[in-house]
């Protein structure tokens, strides 16, 4: 499998080897769609909380008699039924939303990603990123320069210039191959892979 090599202006120079088990994989999309909403499950908090009927605000007085008032049986206003009354199966912190993928299953999951994105023409390799000083400008300029308004950066080492020039910028996200996920790969419209990224992708997810 070749993959596109891109100059500083974004324009496509010449063409670089990278394994087919992990650029050139048939699409997947129920796989794809499970790793995806596995990892968006994975990173929820459990920070809702509702009462109990034990826990709202009442009296244990009964409402009203139990006969003759044609109405239902209520014996205090914390019943669920009620208006007020708490909640029958309420959500707690404690809720647990995370969702198991197999090792096996993920790394499939991650090469159809990257295969899809070749074919779609938003994979592209680079040199290397790197900038002289940790200015958010300076990596602005780069990415305006080659064309890119939202990419994705999968870098064989991001040392603390581009990780501090990067960090502030919407549309950008540099990371090493270890830290790459689905959603931002289906996310961001353009994916760039440095080479020494190529070989890493190529371990973890081959």
């Not at 050139?24 to 499970?34: G, I, S, T």
């Not at 244990?60 to 109405?71: L, V």
């Not at 892979?193 to 992708?201: F, H, P, S, W």
């Amino acid at each position: 499998m070749q993959l596109e090599l891109l100059n500083d202006q974004g324009q496509a120079t010449s063409r670089v080897e990278a394994p087919d088990t992990v650029f050139a994989r048939d699409y997947n999309e129920a796989l794809v769609h499970q790793i995806v909403v596995a990892f968006q499950a994975n990173a929820r908090q459990g920070t809702r909380s509702q009462l109990t009927r034990a826990e709202v605000k009442h009296s244990t007085k009964k409402p009203f008699r139990q006969k003759g008032t044609g109405r239902a049986r209520a014996g205090m206003t914390s019943s669920p039924l009620w208006r007020g009354g708490g909640r029958i199966f309420p959500n707690k912190p404690d809720e647990n939303f995370s969702q198991k993928v197999n090792k096996k299953m993920y790394r499939a999951g991650m090469a159809s990603i990257l295969s899809q994105l070749v074919r779609d023409g938003r994979l592209a390799v680079v040199d290397s990123i790197g900038i002289e000083a940790p200015k958010t400008k300076l990596l602005a300029a780069k990415f305006k320069a080659m064309g890119l308004d939202s990419v994705m950066v999968i870098a064989d080492r991001v040392d603390d210039n581009l990780a501090l020039a990067s960090r502030n910028l919407a549309n950008v996200l540099v990371v090493e191959p270890r830290y790459a996920d689905p959603l931002s790969l289906v996310h961001y419209k353009k994916v760039l892979v440095t080479k020494g990224a190529i070989e890493q992708l190529k371990e973890m997810f081959a």
